[in-house]
């Protein structure tokens, strides 16, 4: 069956860095266009950034010149570099494979952006 596996999530004061990872089985991964969205309490799901097949990128505003999406087809894995994290990052950060609102969902890892 389909797996996305997050990793990378934790606690980081703002200013600080983090690199999320989505590992990927069960899909023949380098034909899918990849993304991570983030959901934070009491908000809708959005969008942060996608990734296409061929490398094409698209970021949220809100993100943009901060955050860094990339894939390794050779090792099924998408990732998303964080910097410069505000407090206002904080959310539950998901892997999606094939699109919003279909396509296939991890199961979430936690960022929170505190001092």
């Known amino acids: 069956q389909v797996q996305l596996v997050e990793s990378g999530g934790g606690l980081v004061q703002p200013g600080g860095s983090l690199r999320l990872s989505c590992a990927a089985s069960?899909?023949?991964?380098?034909?899918?266009?990849m993304g991570w969205y983030r959901q934070a309490p009491g908000k809708q799901r959005e969008l942060v950034a996608t990734?296409?097949?061929?490398?094409?990128?698209n970021y949220a505003d809100s993100v943009k010149g901060r955050f860094t999406i990339s894939r390794d087809n050779a090792k099924n894995t998408v990732y998303l570099q964080m910097n410069s994290l505000k407090p206002e990052d904080t959310a539950v950060y998901y892997c999606?494979?094939?699109?919003?609102?279909?396509?296939?969902w991890g199961q979430g890892t936690q960022v929170t952006v505190s001092s």
């Open positions: 990734i296409t097949n061929s490398g094409s990128t």
């Open positions: 999606n494979a094939g699109g919003w609102p279909s396509g296939y």
């Open positions: 069960g899909i023949l991964f380098k034909i899918y266009t």
